[in-house]
């Protein structure tokens, strides 16, 4: 699986932009996926995740009820909506994808877009 994230850029706190990752491969609507973050200086943490039907989801705390991810599994690709962005979400922004379990480390992911990255003016 081959994927490639999109959509990042400069916005102002209190914005809103639309990730997607898009991926390549006949099998994508069996892999979970999941959105990571990671700041100058800082770990890569979780942000959110889906599993490969869509029908679960998971949010770190710090984004709960701000950003949204859902799939599109005909078009391959998965979406975070961030709306209310404020200056800490600054950060590149990676999409990566397996086979396992939707809700884990960032470590168990197999396989990684490219990332994009996310400007929060303040």
């Known amino acids: 699986v081959q994927l490639q994230a999109s959509g990042g850029g400069l916005v102002q706190a209190g914005g809103s932009l639309r990730l997607s990752c898009t991926a390549s491969g006949p099998t994508f609507s069996s892999y979970n996926v999941g959105w990571f973050r990671q700041a100058p200086g800082k770990e890569r943490e979780s942000v959110a995740a889906i599993n490969w039907s869509g029908g679960s989801t998971y949010y770190a705390e710090s984004v709960k009820a701000r950003f949204t991810i859902s799939r599109d599994n005909p078009k391959n690709t998965v979406y975070l909506q961030m709306n209310s962005l404020k200056p800490e979400d600054t950060a590149v922004y990676y999409c990566?994808?397996?086979?396992?379990?939707?809700?884990?480390?960032?470590?168990?992911?197999?396989?990684w877009g490219q990332g994009t990255q996310v400007t929060v003016s303040s």
């Open positions: 990566a994808a397996n086979d396992k379990r939707y809700r884990t480390i960032w470590q168990n992911y197999d396989y």
